[in-house]
T-cell receptor
Framework: GEDVEQSLFLSVREGDSSVINCTYT??????LYWYKQEPGAGLQLLTY?????DMKQDQRLTVLLNKKDKHLSLRIADTQTGDSAIYFC???????????FGSGTQLTVLP | ETGVTQTPRHLVMGMTNKKSLKCEQH?????MYWYKQSAKKPLELMFV???????ENNSVPSRFSPECPNSSHLFLHLHTLQPEDSALYLC?????????????FGSGTRLTVV
């Protein structure tokens, strides 16, 4: 089955850019997603990218997809303390296109 | 509110108790999901319902019993749980079983088994 991997932790200074990376194994993945989870809350969909795209930008968020290397990244520009959360990468694959999630990256924004 | 509401938010139960988790969505979606989120582990898909029929059960122990009476409501009935079942249980919904536009998640029920 599909496997999605992320590094567990990332710390950045307020105002810097954050880059969260993700790799996946299923080359037939159609959509790839980034979710954000704040403490005590469920997962909130931040953005998604279709597999025929290389890049998608949405305000402070930029998603880059390298389909050849099966690598996805999320860049957050001008990172703020409110961006501190766990960020999950997810891939939709298989005939049912169900989501497979990574373990999540805990982003800590330092003042 | 996200459009997917889960109750209760927190639940403490003994190993001999029976309790139920409830999920309700008002998004007009026709697929609903239960996920288990344990510390330092990936999200685990437990059950998938599409058009009120269970289409997937990922080897979940029988002490967890889902119920989907209609497309807006999903329950997870719990009985004789173990301490290792303590986790955040997340409900999600989507339009059609495919995830093309992502899933909408509830805030979860934090379950503690004592």
């Amino acid at each position: 089955g599909e496997d999605v991997e992320q590094s567990l932790f990332l710390s950045v200074r307020e105002g810097d850019s954050s880059v969260i990376n993700c790799t996946y194994t299923d080359s037939s993945s159609t959509y790839l997603y980034w979710y954000k989870q704040e403490p005590g809350a469920g997962l909130q969909l931040l953005t998604y990218i279709f597999s025929n795209m290389d890049m998608k930008q949405d305000q402070r968020l930029t998603v880059l997809l390298n389909k050849k290397d099966k690598h996805l990244s999320l860049r957050i520009a001008d990172t703020q303390t409110g961006d501190s959360a766990i960020y999950f990468c997810a891939s939709a694959s298989g005939s049912a296109r169900q989501l497979t999630f990574g373990s999540g990256t805990q982003l800590t924004v330092l003042p | 509110e996200t459009g997917v509401t889960q109750t209760p938010r927190h639940l403490v139960m003994g190993m001999t108790n029976k309790k139920s988790l409830k999920c309700e969505q008002h998004l007009g979606h026709n697929a609903m999901y239960w996920y288990k989120q344990s510390a330092k582990k990936p999200l685990e898909l437990m059950f998938v319902y599409s058009l009120e029929e269970r289409v997937e059960n990922n080897s979940v122990p029988s002490r967890f019993s889902p119920e989907c009476p209609n497309s807006s409501h999903l329950f997870l009935h719990l009985h004789t749980l173990q301490p290792e079942d303590s986790a955040l249980y997340l409900c999600a919904s989507s339009q059609d079983q495919g995830a093309d536009y992502g899933y909408t998640f509830g805030s979860g029920t934090r379950l503690t088994v004592v």
